[in-house]
């Protein structure tokens, strides 16, 4: 170790010298283009309010479920990191102690894409000259801390300072977008909302009830008849449109997009209402209802022009005590097994060539790339691939995904990269990220002189940011 730590020019690039240089000169043509970060989880109120952020735990380490949930797994409590009920047993509320739990744990993200993203904001963005350990913590946190004091650090100037272009957020169906309609006035076309009522498709959620009163109180319509429930989500659905938003966001647990005639989907919303917090009705026919919805969603999405972001295949709260205790997300999401042919069959049977409709379809299962998802992106039009999300945005994973996927669905019909976070200091360090990885790839087919270096630089372009422009592009 160095007395001062600094990262490598050329890390994530290919370490063989004959395509080192090819990848270099690739990256260095895109390194600076604009961010497009159309899909992720920065909470509105940043923006709108501007305010400082509060200290280097809550910035770095609380909100990045990523980190807390690998120190997790070395014994550390979430409470001891500053996550969960601030009144609950062990919630720690010092951020300093916070920070000094997560620099002690340093090595354990050695390998790790957190390990990558952290390095990238420690030294690029805060100037951080030592690397965290249990005797460094203090300093790394002194220094950000300092920054953070600094106008320079709010959220708008960094939005500027890392390139970012446009942003979207992601918000439930009943969000009032007060917040957007500041910020479309102040910073127009920056900040964009993206709609996501998975809450309200899902009839067996114990919250399910209560959010249909949400969707009700925000749209003006009552909730509490099938038609009413479909106009009510038409309803927020333009009110999204009309605040800038561009996209709908779908997380369910499977890719089944089946249709059910009208009478049997209204038989199942009433039963569900019928019963007690969603219990009306099965766990084979709430996921019967789920796919009706995710198609009925599709469908508005052809009338509507939003487009439709799908990523499927994640069980969520694999622990559920954890998730009631600390709330949703922090119950240790898992990957399983996705199967998209059969699924999006329905919806791209109906809407795959229409020029008014549009999905991005993005999976963790990595099997299904090249054996579904490839060959259908590559042959509907209105079918886009999405680049590696979640457990995948790592770098051995977005190379097996440009392997495994581009021979069949090309360049052109992917969608670029989202990083999909809560942590808006790591956006820059991702998209870093994507690119250098995106550069070693290119580099190699023109090492092996199945592209020109030209083309390999145009491609990069596009993958970095004309395709992201593209994918979601209002109509």
């Known amino acids: 170790m160095t007395d001062t730590w600094t990262l490598h020019p050329d890390r994530a690039l290919p370490a063989d010298s004959v395509t080192r240089p090819i990848a270099r000169e690739i990256y260095l043509a895109v390194r600076d283009l604009p961010i497009v970060s159309m899909h992720g989880h920065v909470d509105v109120a940043a923006f709108a309010d501007d305010e400082p952020f509060p200290d280097p735990a809550q910035l770095l380490v609380v909100p990045d479920h990523y980190l807390t949930r690998m120190l997790v797994s070395q014994g550390a409590k979430l409470p001891e990191l500053g996550v969960g009920p601030a009144n609950g047993p062990g919630f720690e509320r010092d951020p300093r102690e916070i920070f000094r739990r997560f620099c002690a744990g340093w090595k354990h993200f050695r390998g790790t894409p957190t390990r990558y993203w952290m390095e990238h904001e420690l030294v690029e963005i805060f100037g951080v000259t030592v690397r965290p ?29 890392f390139g970012i272009e446009t942003i979207g957020t992601t918000d439930p169906a009943w969000s009032t977008l007060d917040a957007h309609a500041r910020l479309a006035a102040e910073l127009p076309g ?47 659905r333009a009110a999204f449109v009309a605040a800038g938003g561009l996209a709908t966001d779908h997380g369910h647990l499977s890719a089944d997009t089946t249709p059910l ?36 969603m599709a469908a508005m999405s052809a009338e509507d ?38 699924g999006l069959r329905p919806v791209l049977e109906a809407f795959g060539n229409s020029e008014s409709f ?118």
């Open 261 to 296: 005639p009208d009478d049997a989907a209204r038989t199942l919303f009433e039963k569900a209402l019928r019963g007690a917090d969603g219990s009306g009705i099965s766990m084979a026919e709430e996921a019967a209802f789920s796919a009706h919805m995710l198609f009925q």
């Open 133 to 161: 350990s249990a005797d460094t913590a203090d300093q790394v946190y002194d220094q950000i801390a300092e920054c953070l004091a600094d106008p320079a650090f709010r959220p708008r100037a960094l939005l500027d300072r």
């Open 190 to 236: 920056r900040v964009l909302p993206t709609f996501r009522p998975d809450p309200l498709l899902h009839p067996a959620r114990p919250s399910w009830r209560e959010d249909l009163e949400r969707l009700a109180t925000a749209s003006g319509i009552a909730t509490d008849t099938y038609a009413g429930y479909l106009a009510a989500l038409r309803d927020r």
């Open 305 to 342: 022009g939003l487009v439709m972001q799908f990523h499927p295949g994640v069980l969520r709260d694999h622990d559920p005590a954890v998730a009631a205790t600390f709330g949703p997300d922090k119950g240790y999401d898992i990957p399983v097994v996705t199967e998209f042919a059969h």
């Open 358 to 475: 549009r999905m991005i379809a993005f999976t963790v299962d990595e099997d299904v790339y090249s054996r579904e998802l490839a060959p259908l992106a590559g042959v509907y039009p209105a079918l886009r691939l999405g680049a590696p999300w979640w457990f995948l945005d790592a770098p051995d994973a977005m190379r097996r995904f440009r392997e495994a996927a581009t021979e069949t669905a090309g360049f052109s019909n992917m969608s670029g990269f989202v990083d999909d976070t809560r942590a808006f200091c790591s956006i820059p360090a991702r998209h870093d990220l994507a690119r250098r990885v995106d550069a070693g790839y290119l580099a190699r087919l023109v090492a092996e002189h199945r592209l020109d270096l030209d083309e390999a630089v145009d491609t990069a372009a596009d993958l970095a940011y004309h395709l992201p422009k593209a994918a979601y592009a209002a109509r």
